[in-house]
């Protein structure tokens, strides 16, 4: 992962707009700290900060064509670079770097050819020869990407808020899937599958073609020239990963370079429900697995740094980027510079568990075309994010185009969940890898029921921000909170808190406004908290509000107890209400 900035037509083009630009680009060196570059053509900039993960020797950017009249600064990697090469005889390339390839193919294709691209991407271009340009993100919003317009006419792109908010007037998100085009002024999409309308699909569950495509996916990703490993909870989704990677490592060609054993890592409060579960998993593939601990007070001194690194002040995200953001620093430290995650599972087969509560499969399949949509502002933001900021790479295999695509145009009704059928929360996976002679996980892993990271690391993790947020958040600042806060208007004192934090770093209104709004529960959209009545008393992002559906649903008591009540021991665990939560689903399995 690698931070990218470029600033094209600006007015001033002296030496001190330069030492901005290289000022403005440092702000990113997190994501990436083994090189800077930078490239200035007449009123144009292309700055990058890069995280050498392939060719590390030579792949330095901005990268160039043959003439270098075209220059690109790229954030991501081009699985598919070397098919790509292949079909680009006619060109000569200077380094061994998979991004590249994009040089080459706008020299072949114009700015049709961003669809031919298999990967995570978020990269600018300039054409020198007419002093054009375009910017793309990946189809899902894998690798984060902020466009922004400056008073003198400016046209700004950065992998991170931080290097824009400054400098700009406006600024957004740049939305997945599209393409800016300098030469028509505007952002068109580019990526078009069939699930896109959300239209009902017909296509019959095939549970071998769903796994066939998740090891592709999987295997795909092992191209790294750099020591990785795999983020492992002991959920499903990670467990999955973990497995498919440990039955192909020995035949990738990482292998013959770093060895053919597999490092996992794992992080919570001592004794938390990840934590037990990852060391089972672990075991049972035989990998190097590295348990990691942090307190409730070690995630809380982090707040600030964490709301500065991930750029939003969503309750979810935070309570579980903070975390990620502490272990990708002790991974870091261990020379690991990649990392697979399992990202987008939930929302592709709809297994939060408030999917329990869908009418029907059109709902069902409507649901989990919003989530995908809408990843680029949470799971993709965290997962991305919270690594990259400890110059850590997060690749995430369900997110793969063609595995949504084969995962997308099954009928919903295999995916909803049927408790008188004996179909939990993504059936549909756990049945395509249960296989009963070489087997790739435990039954009672591959059947576990879902836990949201934020929650699996430690019930009290949650309690503890929430008595931390009471403590500084006063029932008179929420009272007064819709006129102080009149966009996205926090709805507990715990949002709140959040928000003057980000505030702090982010004052402008256009910062507010890339971050969503809007009721939900156990991660819901909006829409999906119209399935429960009872889910508008208690709107809540944790799993745990998904009441009568998670074995360790919030309790009326809990939720009637006042802060003092439940104060945060140093083991990391509140007393004896938030321990007998965690034993609770540390001996729940689901059926």
Same mark, same amino acid.
């Given at each position: 992962?690698?931070?990218?900035?470029?600033?094209?037509?600006?007015?001033?083009?002296?030496?001190?707009?330069?030492?901005?630009?290289?000022?403005?680009?440092?702000?990113?060196?997190?994501?990436?700290?083994?090189?800077?570059?930078?490239?200035?053509?007449?009123?144009?900039?292309?700055?990058?900060?890069?995280?050498?993960?392939?060719?590390?020797?030579?792949?330095?950017?901005?990268?160039?064509?043959?003439?270098?009249?075209?220059?690109?600064?790229?954030?991501?990697?081009?699985?598919?670079?070397?098919?790509?090469?292949?079909?680009?005889?006619?060109?000569?390339?200077?380094?061994?770097?998979?991004?590249?390839?994009?040089?080459?193919?706008?020299?072949?294709?114009?700015?049709?050819?961003?669809?031919?691209?298999?990967?995570?991407?978020?990269?600018?271009?300039?054409?020198?020869?007419?002093?054009?340009?375009?910017?793309?993100?990946?189809?899902?919003?894998?690798?984060?990407?902020?466009?922004?317009?400056?008073?003198?006419?400016?046209?700004?792109?950065?992998?991170?808020m931080k290097a824009l908010s400054d400098?700009?007037?406006?600024?957004?998100?740049?939305?997945?899937?599209?393409?800016?085009?300098?030469?028509?002024?505007?952002?068109?999409?580019?990526?078009?599958?069939?699930?896109?309308?959300?239209?009902?699909?017909?296509?019959?569950?095939?549970?071998?073609?769903?796994?066939?495509?998740?090891?592709?996916?999987?295997?795909?990703?092992?191209?790294?020239?750099?020591?990785?490993?795999?983020?492992?909870?002991?959920?499903?989704?990670?467990?999955?990963?973990?497995?498919?990677?440990?039955?192909?490592?020995?035949?990738?060609?990482?292998?013959?370079?770093?060895?053919?054993?597999?490092?996992?890592?794992?992080?919570?409060?001592?004794?938390?429900?990840?934590?037990?579960?990852?060391? *089972?998993?672990?075991?049972?593939?035989?990998?190097?697995?590295?348990?990691?601990?942090?307190?409730v007070q070690e995630g809380i001194d982090?707040?600030?740094?964490?709301?500065?690194?991930?750029?939003?002040?969503?309750?979810?995200?935070?309570?579980?980027?903070?975390?990620?953001?502490?272990?990708?620093?002790?991974?870091?430290?261990?020379?690991?510079?990649?990392?697979?995650?399992?990202?987008?599972?939930?929302?592709?087969?709809?297994?939060?568990?408030?999917?329990?509560?869908?009418?029907?499969?059109?709902?069902?399949?409507?649901?989990?075309?919003?989530?995908?949509?809408?990843?680029?502002?949470?799971?993709?933001?965290?997962?991305?994010?919270?690594?990259?900021?400890?110059?850590?790479?997060?690749?995430?295999?369900?997110?793969?185009?063609?595995?949504?695509?084969?995962?997308?145009?099954?009928?919903?009704?295999?995916?909803?969940?049927?408790?008188?059928?004996?179909?939990?929360?993504?059936?549909?996976?756990?049945?395509?890898?249960?296989?009963? *002679?070489?087997?790739?996980?435990?039954?009672?892993?591959?059947?576990?029921?879902?836990?949201?990271?934020?929650?699996?690391?430690?019930?009290?993790?949650?309690?503890?921000?929430?008595?931390?947020?009471?403590?500084?958040?006063?029932?008179?600042?929420?009272?007064n909170a819709s006129f102080v806060y009149?966009?996205?208007?926090?709805?507990?004192?715990?949002?709140?808190?959040?928000?003057?934090?980000?505030?702090?770093?982010?004052?402008?209104?256009?910062?507010?406004?890339?971050?969503?709004?809007?009721?939900?529960?156990?991660?819901?959209?909006?829409?999906?908290? *119209?399935?429960?009545?009872?889910?508008?008393?208690?709107?809540?992002?944790?799993?745990?509000?998904?009441?009568?559906?998670?074995?360790?649903?919030?309790?009326?008591?809990?939720?009637?107890?006042?802060?003092?009540?439940?104060?945060?021991?140093?083991?990391?665990?509140?007393?004896?209400?938030?321990?007998?939560?965690?034993?609770?689903?540390?001996?729940?399995?689901?059926?």
């Open positions: 992962m690698c931070g990218i900035l470029a600033v094209l037509g600006v007015a001033d083009v002296s030496l001190a707009k330069r030492s901005r630009i290289i000022e403005l680009s440092r702000r990113l060196r997190h994501r990436g700290p083994d090189w800077s570059g930078i490239h200035c053509y007449q009123d144009c900039y292309l700055a990058h900060q890069r995280l050498a993960i392939i060719d590390p020797t030579s792949g330095d950017q901005p990268l160039y064509n043959e003439e270098k009249s075209v220059v690109v600064t790229v954030n991501g990697e081009i699985y598919n670079h070397e098919e790509l090469k292949a079909n680009l005889k006619s060109h000569q390339f200077q380094t061994a770097s998979d991004c590249e390839v994009i040089a080459h193919l706008y020299e072949e294709y114009g700015d049709e050819f961003v669809d031919m691209l298999d990967g995570m991407f978020a990269f600018v271009l300039l054409d020198t020869r007419d002093k054009s340009f375009i910017a793309a993100r990946d189809a899902i919003g894998i690798c984060p990407l902020y466009m922004g317009w400056g008073l003198d006419g400016s046209v700004w792109f950065s992998s991170e400098d700009c007037e406006r600024f957004i998100t740049f939305p997945p899937g599209h393409l800016y085009s300098s030469k028509t002024g505007g952002l068109r999409r580019w990526y078009n599958p069939p699930w896109f309308s959300e239209s009902i699909p017909s296509t019959p569950y095939n549970p071998l073609l769903l796994r066939q495509s998740f090891e592709k996916a999987i295997i795909k990703r092992l191209m790294t020239d750099v020591p990785f490993g795999v983020l492992l909870s002991g959920g499903l989704d990670s467990s999955l990963v973990a497995s498919v990677v440990s039955r192909h490592l020995a035949e990738a060609k990482v292998a013959a370079q770093w060895g053919n054993k597999l490092h996992t890592f794992c992080i919570g409060l001592k004794g938390s429900p990840d934590l037990r579960a990852a060391k *089972e998993v672990a075991d049972y593939l035989g990998t190097v697995h590295h348990e990691l601990h942090f307190t982090a707040l600030e740094e964490v709301i500065y690194h991930i750029e939003t002040y969503d309750v979810t995200t935070i309570r579980a980027s903070t975390p990620m953001f502490l272990m990708s620093r002790k991974i870091k430290s261990l020379g690991v510079k990649m990392v697979l995650s399992g990202e987008g599972s939930d929302e592709i087969f709809g297994g939060y568990l408030y999917f329990h509560k869908a009418p029907n499969k059109k709902e069902f399949h409507e649901e989990t075309c919003r989530k995908i949509k809408a990843l680029h502002l949470y799971d993709c933001l965290r997962a991305n994010k919270a690594t990259s900021a400890w110059g850590v790479e997060a690749r995430v295999p369900f997110l793969d185009k063609n595995f949504i695509n084969v995962a997308m145009d099954i009928d919903p009704e295999w995916k909803m969940i049927r408790r008188d059928l004996g179909r939990i929360e993504k059936w549909v996976l756990r049945n395509a890898f249960d296989d009963e *002679e070489k087997p790739y996980l435990p039954k009672h892993i591959l059947y576990r029921q879902k836990e949201q990271f934020s929650d699996g690391v430690g019930y009290s993790w949650i309690d503890g921000l929430k008595d931390h947020a009471n403590e500084h958040v006063s029932d008179s600042m929420m009272m009149p966009e996205n208007t926090p709805a507990t004192k715990e949002a709140y808190y959040y928000r003057t934090i980000f505030e702090k770093f982010f004052p402008k209104n256009a910062a507010r406004l890339t971050v969503p709004g809007g009721p939900s529960v156990a991660c819901s959209t909006a829409k999906a908290v *119209e399935w429960d009545v009872a889910w508008s008393k208690n709107l809540d992002p944790s799993g745990r509000a998904a009441l009568g559906v998670h074995d360790a649903a919030y309790e009326d008591t809990l939720e009637k107890s006042p802060a003092s009540a439940n104060p945060v021991s140093d083991n990391g665990f509140g007393p004896a209400l938030g321990e007998s939560i965690v034993k609770t689903v540390a001996s729940a399995t689901a059926v």
